[in-house]
């Protein structure tokens, strides 16, 4: 058995305890711009009937048990994003929480089975006014921190600048050379289309690649990358495929109300003009949890709960943003592990990526 990694040796602390100290400011800057802002700070519960839907993200899982010994399923949430939500649906027009989530399967330089998500909700506004909030707090982060500058493994960028605003579309076009929307059919995707497009460009494609497979190579091979160099880069009007939780646009609806911010090739925060039609959303659930059943062999609960709120939730704009992922950028720390106060124990044995 490997002995997990001592992070709380004095000597390793020292090195880290500037950084830690740097969170802990950054963490009240941001507190005090959602203050500012009229936001609400909630707390949502882990526990979850369904820890969300997404086809790639897999969730950690447990069972609880009542009084009477009858038992049951709970997950820990993948995102607070259902109950905060629900909470919209309740009455709170804008509202904010930095949660504690958690993912399977996913330890790298950039990622933790346990971290920090900063998520926040607007009602009745816009997906748009989420772009001038996220130039704000990567401004206020900087100041709380007291650089100039984010970087992370030689890339640098200005926090200050206004962002870059790239549609998918174009970043295909300018990074691999694939005219994306040519790959479209209505809101599906045309899977030998795009692959045909990306072998072309020297990307592997699998022969049982799903559109959506290519289209992730081609995004994490190609573009991620490329973005958010010397400024932050704010990706805009994702593919429908691309955007289970998202409002197709009013002017187009085979694009999404989604968008990703990106500083330094780091994928730092994504953001939605929220569906709330339920019937819709219940279909790309019962699709996604379909096609994880058939690449994972399992599948999480649909939340019924939270389609029934879904029903109630006024028209609203949501963005969820890694918080530890930013920290890193504003210290330049090169390992999220440098980030966290205290990290998940290391089972198996050293740092990954």
Request: aromatic letters at 8%; hydrophobic letters at 45%; glycine letters at 6%.
């Amino acid at each position: 058995m490997s002995t997990p990694s001592r992070w709380w040796d004095p000597r390793r602390y020292a090195d880290r305890r500037p950084i830690l100290l740097a969170r802990s400011r950054i963490v009240s800057a941001l507190r005090a711009w959602f203050k500012d802002e009229d936001f609400v700070e909630v707390e949502t519960p882990a526990l979850q009937v369904s820890p969300g839907n997404e086809l790639h993200l897999h969730a950690f899982s447990t069972e609880i048990i009542a009084t009477d010994g009858r038992r049951a399923d709970l997950h820990l949430h993948t995102s607070p994003e259902f109950a905060c939500k629900k909470l919209l649906a309740a009455g709170e027009p804008r509202l904010f929480t930095l949660a504690r989530v958690f993912r399977n399967r996913e330890r790298t330089a950039l990622h933790h089975p346990e971290f920090t998500m900063l998520e926040w909700y607007r009602a009745n506004v816009p997906y748009t006014v989420l772009m001038d909030d996220c130039a704000a707090l990567l401004a206020a982060a900087a100041r709380a921190a007291g650089v100039v500058r984010f970087s992370w493994r030689g890339a640098t960028a200005d926090p200050f600048a206004p962002p870059e605003r790239l549609t998918v579309a174009a970043a295909f076009a300018r990074h691999a050379g694939i005219d994306l929307i040519a790959t479209l059919d209505g809101t599906s995707g045309n899977r030998d289309a795009l692959a045909a497009a990306a072998a072309a460009r020297g990307v592997a494609v699998a022969a049982d690649d799903s559109w959506s497979d290519v289209f992730t190579r081609v995004m994490a091979e190609r573009i991620e990358r490329r973005l958010g160099f010397e400024r932050a880069t704010i990706l805009t009007d994702y593919p429908i495929p691309e955007a289970a939780l998202a409002r197709p646009k009013p002017e187009d609806g085979r694009l999404a109300e989604r968008f990703e911010l990106y500083v330094c090739g780091v994928e730092l925060a994504n953001a939605f003009g929220e569906l709330t039609d339920p019937a819709e959303q219940r279909r790309r659930f019962t699709a996604d949890m379909a096609a994880k059943q058939r690449l994972y062999g399992t599948a999480v609960p649909i939340d019924e709960d939270f389609l029934a709120a879904l029903a109630l939730m006024p028209e609203a704009a949501g963005i969820a943003l890694g918080l530890d992922r930013l920290v890193m950028l504003a210290t330049g720390a090169p390992h999220i592990e440098h980030v966290l106060w205290a990290p998940v124990a290391d089972v198996f044995g050293g740092e990954s990526g």
